[in-house]
Structure formats: C-alpha cells, structure tokens
C-alpha cells in the first residue's frame, strides 16, 4: 500500500540555520503530497501542499518540490526562528487510487534554538 | 472559532467500558474523517464520511469501534470494551474537497 518515510529526528537547529527534513513516498497512483505541521499544545495545520509533479508548494517561508523521478517531497527552509519549533509531517492522499485518506510518516520534530 | 471541534479534549476509563467521542466539522463541509495517533507516530487512518455515507473504513477499525455521522453533520465515535492499547489521540478532520483537510484538537483516551 501507499507509504511515507520521513527523516527520523529530533532535529535541533540555531535559529536563522538551514532547515530539510527529507521525505519519500510510495504509491501506485498519482498523489498529491502534503507537509502538515503541529505545533506545541495545538492540532495539526496544513503547511503546504503540491498536487502533481514539479509543482512546489510554499508557505511561510517554507517550500517542498514534487519530484516525480525521486518519489521525494523533501522540506526545506532558508533560515529558521524558534516560532518554527513543531513537529513536522509528511503526508499523501491518492484520490484517484480509490481513497481520499491521508498516509502519513512518523513525524520529525523541530527544536530551534535562540 | 469556526473550526473543528472535539469533545471531550481528554477521557480516562478503565478498561473493558465504553467510550463515545464527538466530532463537530466545519459548517458546510461535506467530508469528515477520523485518526488515531499513538505517541510518536503519525496519525493513522480510521474512517471516512461524506455527507452521512461512510465510505471507507480502516483496517485498524476492529468491531470494537463504530463511527456514525446521522444527519451528515457532526460525527460520534465509539469504541466498546475499551482496551489498553486503545490509549491514542483521537483526531478528526473536514474537508469541503478531497484535497485540504482541516484537523480538530483531538481527544486523548488514555484506558487504565
């Protein structure tokens, strides 16, 4: 079935620093792909998303690549504040495969540093 | 606050009764689901309603457990028996399409 692996964590990073947290997918349709986020005490968010390949999506500063040939949506960030601390999950739903449900990876938590 | 909201927040039973959550979407949206996230992991699928029809089902949901959205509005969650390995935030989301899923804060079960 469709699967997500994600870079393990914790990942703990100064602030201003270069952020990625590596994403892969597995799937036997087209699926859109998804970066959600959750921040301390607080429910999951929508980030960022990008339905089909090449697209990028981007959102507070954060952007991820649809990379087809790759099967990676990797996340990445130019410089990071401590507002960014959360945990971060990648995600894919493939419609078109039959389902609309959400496939997530395990989640890579983000600490950032003053 | 028009988001999704979860009641209760929290629940703490012993093990072998029953417990009922609730899910309330965001007005209009016409899709709902639920997921379970254990510590650690990311949230796993359970189910999934559009408009009162409950289209999918998961794996993961053992007869113990049966979700219900009558009126194609809010949506209940049940789970019989409850059982140690029950303990897990329990999540719910809406969505007007298949593409933005809107979360709600959760109820944390924590079975004794």
């Known amino acids: 079935g469709d699967s997500v692996t994600q870079m393990e964590g914790p990942v703990t990073l100064s602030e201003e620093a270069f952020l990625t947290i590596n994403c892969t997918y597995t799937a036997t349709g087209y699926p859109s792909l998804f970066w959600y986020v959750q921040y301390p005490g607080e429910g999951l968010q929508l980030l960022l998303k990008?339905?089909?390949?090449?697209d990028k999506g981007s959102n507070k500063g954060f952007e991820a690549t649809y990379r087809k040939e790759t099967t990676s949506f990797h996340l990445e960030k130019g410089s990071v504040q401590v507002s960014d601390s959360a945990v971060y999950f990648c995600?894919?739903?493939?419609?078109?495969?039959?389902?609309?449900?959400?496939?997530f990876g395990k989640g890579t938590k983000l600490t950032v540093n003053p | 606050d028009t988001g999704v909201s979860q009641d209760p927040r929290h629940k703490i039973t012993k093990r072998g009764q029953n417990v009922t959550f609730r899910c309330d979407p965001i007005?209009?949206?016409?899709?709902l689901y639920w997921y379970r996230q254990t510590l650690g992991q990311g949230p796993e699928f359970l189910t999934y309603?559009?408009?009162?029809?409950?289209?999918?089902k998961s794996r993961l949901l053992s007869d113990r457990f049966s979700a219900e959205r009558p009126k194609g509005s809010f949506s209940t969650l049940e789970i019989q028996r409850t059982e140690q390995g029950d303990s897990a935030m329990y999540l719910c989301?809406?969505?007007?399409?298949?593409?933005?899923?809107?979360f709600g804060p959760g109820t944390r079960l924590l079975v004794l």
């Open positions: 989301a809406s969505s007007p399409t298949w593409e933005t899923q809107y």
């Open positions: 309603f559009q408009n009162e029809a409950q289209l999918e």
């Open positions: 990008a339905t089909k390949a090449d």
């Open positions: 995600a894919l739903s493939d419609p078109q495969g039959g389902s609309e449900k959400l496939v």
């Open positions: 007005s209009e949206h016409n899709r």
